[in-house]
Structures are given as structure tokens and as C-alpha cells.
């Protein structure tokens, strides 16, 4: 592996292992959902800004996934993505 690879590794590696991974749910705290869709699946994590430490930590709180059912295969890009923001609000 080159010394660029060796590097971007630990630092991958780093990053996967240093806590927190997912941050407790503050609920007087905004949120932002990030969402994606494909034609394989739907996928939504919620995020926030968190102050630990003195530090401002932004970072996900949860991660969802299914696969997409049949008919919903035949969706347009537009309309996936919107099943997914309204499963995502309903979970």
C-alpha cells in the first residue's frame, strides 16, 4: 500500500472508532434529516449539533434502511425521494 493509502486508512480507521459513533437525542435541539433514495432502497439518518466538551460535535443520532417494495420500483427520482422524507417523518 502506498504512504497515501496508509493514511487515508488511519484515518478512516480514526474516524469509525472515535466516540461517539452516534450522539444522544437531545430533543430541545434542532435536527436535520439527511435522506437518500435509490432504486435498490431508502435510507435516512437524523443529525445534530451537540456541544461536548465545550466544542460544537455534529453527528448522527440514528440510521434507517429498507428496501423498496415492488411498486414503488416504477417511482421517478422526484417521487422516491419524497417516500423517503415521508417514511423517514414517520419513523
Known amino acids: ?3 497515501d493509502g496508509v493514511k487515508a486508512f488511519e484515518s478512516l480507521r480514526k474516524a469509525l472508532t472515535t466516540a461517539p459513533l452516534l450522539l444522544m437525542t437531545d430533543f430541545k435541539l434542532p435536527f436535520k434529516l439527511y435522506i437518500d433514495a435509490s432504486g435498490d432502497g431508502l435510507s435516512a439518518a437524523p443529525h ?3 456541544i461536548i466538551n465545550d466544542k460544537p460535535v455534529k453527528g448522527p443520532i440514528h440510521f434507517i434502511s429498507r428496501q423498496i417494495k415492488p411498486a414503488e420500483a416504477r417511482y421517478g427520482a422526484s417521487q422516491m425521494e419524497c417516500l423517503c422524507l415521508v417514511w423517514a417523518l414517520e419513523k
Open 1 to 3: 500500500m502506498t504512504v
Open 48 to 50: 445534530q449539533v451537540q
